[in-house]
């Protein structure tokens, strides 16, 4: 392996496979020859999409495994379509990469009872071998923390989202528990983005200024709407009144963060490469040794970025053994155990 696999729970799936597969000219080990993996991918209109299916798409063939890529286009009747082709075609395993979790719960567990290893990519599925996903449960939460704190604890804000990809949903539902405690900051309304989504943002977001003046947050459920709500907040002058938080892993969105008449923004960036590549060695696991011991949940890198001071707006994760904290809280106190 070229990389350093970062996640302790991805190590213990990408373990040696020396005692039954063959080995290349460039030291892999050919654990997928004669066998088919599938990706089924929700759309490859973004960054986190298409450079996370192309790791998954070299992690497997360096490893001897036919890929067949699908591409629905964002349309979910279509993404069900290709899981189930795949499934027909006899594949030994299906990473499905993005999209609608509830519309493949059913044809997950399909899979599971005809025998073929599915992997989600960005949702957790009732019939999968296992799932990765950047942490967006912690991620929903710092970002709202962020904006309690840049919205001073009170204010309007609205969503922008596409309903039904899972861990969207995850992200504002987390935002929204912590918003429980602080009932002055209060939803104007949430709006499902069509077609072009930074056109879509940004007509949206102008409609709501019109509506609401004194708005003072905009959550932007996935990357590119969130540009489109900037640029409106911009245009209008309100780059000191209303914040912006979002997710993704894309470039234009880090290119608007990073102007100097940005409005303050914080996004949940991910690591597509990772994704890709924690999805296709667990795919490789599962299909190599089966299910047992395999993790069911596992978070790739989880990236909080803000154009402001990072270490302020967000909080640090401290990971730690008993013996790391007992020496951390009872300084010079014996421990009860070695």
Same mark, same amino acid.
């Given at each position: %392996?070229? &990389? ?53 798409? *070299? ?60 992997? #989600? ?17 912690? #991620? ?42 602080? +009932? ?11 077609? *072009? ?15 609401? +003046? ?11 709407? #969130?540009?489109?709500?900037? %640029? ?18 894309? &470039?234009?969105?880090?290119?608007? %963060? ?81």
């Amino acid at each position: %392996m070229k &990389r350093v696999i970062m996640s302790l729970l991805v190590a213990m799936v990408i373990i040696s496979f020396s005692a039954c597969a063959p080995v290349n000219a460039a030291g892999v080990e050919q654990t997928g020859e004669g066998k088919t993996v599938g990706i089924a991918n929700f759309h490859l209109v973004n960054d986190w999409c298409t450079y996370s299916s192309g790791e998954a798409t *070299d992690y497997l063939e360096a490893r001897g495994y036919t890929v067949i890529n699908t591409n629905a286009q964002g349309n979910t009747s279509q993404h069900v379509r290709d899981v189930e082709n795949l499934m027909e075609r006899g594949v030994e395993g299906i990473i499905i990469a993005g999209g609608e979790g509830r519309a493949h719960r059913e044809l997950s567990i399909q899979a599971k009872n005809a025998g073929i290893k599915v992997i #989600g990519m960005e949702m957790y599925l009732p019939g999968a071998s296992s799932g990765v996903a950047c942490d967006n449960y912690t #991620g929903g939460v710092q970002i709202a923390q962020f904006m309690v704190n840049r919205m001073g604890g009170e204010g309007k804000y609205f969503v922008l989202d596409s309903p039904g990809w899972q861990t969207l949903e995850i992200r504002k539902r987390m935002l929204e528990a912590v918003f429980v405690d602080f +009932p002055d900051i209060v939803s104007v309304g949430e709006y499902e983005i069509v077609g *072009d989504p930074i056109t879509s943002g940004y007509d949206t977001t102008r409609a709501v200024i019109r509506s609401h +003046p004194d708005l003072k947050g905009v959550v932007s459920t996935w990357g590119l709407p #969130g540009i489109g709500a900037a %640029m409106a907040i911009q245009e209008l002058g309100l780059e000191n009144q209303i914040v912006v938080v979002s997710a993704d892993s894309d &470039r234009p969105v880090l290119s608007k %963060m990073a102007e100097e008449d940005s409005p303050y923004m914080a996004y949940i960036g991910q690591d597509p490469r990772r994704n890709g590549e924690y999805a296709a060695a667990l795919v490789d696991r599962a299909i190599t040794h089966g299910d047992e011991d395999m993790p069911r949940m596992v978070f790739a890198p989880t990236l909080m970025v803000s154009n402001h001071d990072t270490h302020l707006d967000f909080p640090d994760i401290v990971r730690m053994n008993m013996r790391d904290l007992w020496d951390r809280v009872y300084i010079g106190e014996e421990r009860d155990f070695d």
